[in-house]
Nanobody, 124 residues
Framework: QVQLVESGGGLVQAGGSLRLSCAAS????????MGWFRQAPGKEREFVTG????????SYADSVKGRFTISRDKAKNTVDLQMNSLKPEDTAIYYC?????????????????WGQGTQVTVSS
């Protein structure tokens, strides 16, 4: 069992930045593929970004490319999401997720564990 806890959400003006962090409960977390998803009110949960177990491969949704950056610190068992140039349409609950084996990073069904989420609100 892997427990994931997100932090760093909040309210920010358009054009601003936030940094989200996801802390994992187990050292073996380092072998998992990690992803960030988000869900806006009335919409389905959507893929934002993902990173391989060694950080060597990343994937981004087109809507966040060039603005968001995912990174992981294996020593600290954390995965961070740096969000810059935020837009009102980025407003959502952001979830961290872990996958033991992933075929398609954007497929939420590939992920085994999920955090509770952290709210990000971007005002115009």
């Amino acid at each position: 069992q892997v427990q994931l806890v997100e932090s760093g959400g909040g309210l920010v003006q358009a054009g601003g930045s936030l940094r989200l962090s996801c802390a994992a409960s187990r050292r073996t977390f380092s072998m998992y593929y990690m992803g960030w998803f988000r869900q806006a009110p009335g919409k389905e949960r959507e893929f934002v970004t993902g990173i391989s177990w060694n950080g060597g491969s990343t994937s981004y949704a087109d809507s966040v490319k060039g603005r968001f950056t995912i990174s992981r610190d294996k020593a600290k068992n954390t995965v961070d999401l740096q969000m810059n140039s935020l837009k009102p349409e980025d407003t959502a609950i952001y979830y961290c997720a872990a996958a033991g084996a992933v075929r398609a990073p954007s497929n939420r069904r590939d992920y085994d564990y999920w955090g509770q989420g952290t709210q990000v609100t971007v005002s115009s």
